[in-house]
């Protein structure tokens, strides 16, 4: 159960607040293994550096909560905890090199919208209730996510085309050309190199596996067309 009610704009922002920090300290513990599992280096890179700016980021709530004289703990985040669960998850798929790096921006990127969303909120209620210091300090941090979901939003458009073209054979025109262009220069391994994370134990008969790889092929494909059609409309 929440620790605080909610009977004021006020109890709203230090309840959002208190779900941000919680989602911020999940991240600290996740990001690690997403970038571990990148398999191009521009994409490491992309989780290394949020990794760095989330402990900064985690550190400005607790500043914002002590200007308030209140703690930060008290909430834990479910759908930090369901975001992250979902990107554990795409760990453990026998998936192709270039579609699982497609599949992590797709969960980083769920995962930095969600947080826009909240210190987009933050924010509006920090600056109606006059938190003027805690908004210049939220807006920090929400500069950084809006910065971080556009460069994945970058690295998204060249490896979705390397995704595309792991399956082999049905590359398009289109995405011919723009392989031509020095931009989409792929940065992540060709077809057919191995993962260096275990492809030992997995569960289940070999029927089973097989029927779930070809289902996860089919949905690599489906995640790049999403990732690089949300790369469009930004
Ligand atoms: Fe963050």
């Given at each position: 159960m929440p620790s605080d009610s909610l009977e004021?704009?006020?109890?709203?922002?230090?309840?959002?607040?208190?779900?941000?920090?919680?989602?911020?300290?999940?991240?600290?513990?996740?990001?690690?293994?997403?970038?571990?599992?990148?398999q191009s280096p521009e994409l490491k890179r992309a989780f290394d550096t949020p990794l760095r700016e989330?402990?900064?980021?985690?550190?400005?709530?607790?500043?914002?909560?002590?200007?308030?004289?209140?703690?930060?703990?008290?909430?834990?985040?479910?759908?930090?905890?369901?975001?992250?669960?979902e990107a554990k998850e795409l760990l453990e798929e026998d998936a192709e090199p270039a579609v699982l790096d497609a599949a992590l921006i797709v969960a980083a990127q769920k995962v930095e919208h969600y947080e826009i969303a909240g210190?987009?909120?933050?924010?509006?209620?920090?600056?109606?209730?006059?938190?003027?210091?805690?908004?210049?300090?939220?807006?920090?941090?929400?500069?950084?996510?809006?910065?971080?979901?556009?460069?994945l939003t970058q690295i998204a458009m060249e490896l979705n085309i390397e995704a595309e073209t792991t399956e082999g054979s049905s590359q398009s025109d289109s995405s011919r050309e723009m392989t031509d262009r020095?931009?989409?220069?792929?940065?992540?391994?060709?077809?057919?190199?191995?993962r260096t994370s275990s492809t030992s134990n997995r569960g289940?008969?070999?029927?089973?596996?097989?029927?779930?790889?070809g289902a996860t092929k089919?949905?690599?494909s489906r995640r790049s067309s999403r990732a690089r059609s949300t790369a469009q409309t930004r």
């Open positions: 004021s704009l006020q109890d709203l922002f230090t309840h959002e607040l208190r779900d941000l920090y919680d989602a911020e300290n999940q991240l600290v513990k996740a990001l690690p293994a997403m970038s571990r599992a990148a989330t402990k900064e980021q985690v550190r400005r709530i607790e500043q914002v909560f002590r200007g308030l004289g209140e703690k930060p703990s008290g909430k834990s985040c479910k759908a930090m905890q369901g975001l992250v669960a210190y987009g909120s933050v924010c509006t209620f920090g600056r109606i209730l006059g938190y003027d210091d805690a908004v210049e300090t939220l807006k920090q941090t929400m500069d950084e996510e809006e910065r971080t979901d556009e460069l020095p931009m989409t220069r792929t940065t992540v391994g060709s077809r057919g190199r191995s289940g008969s070999s029927n089973r596996s097989s029927n779930r790889n089919k949905q690599g």
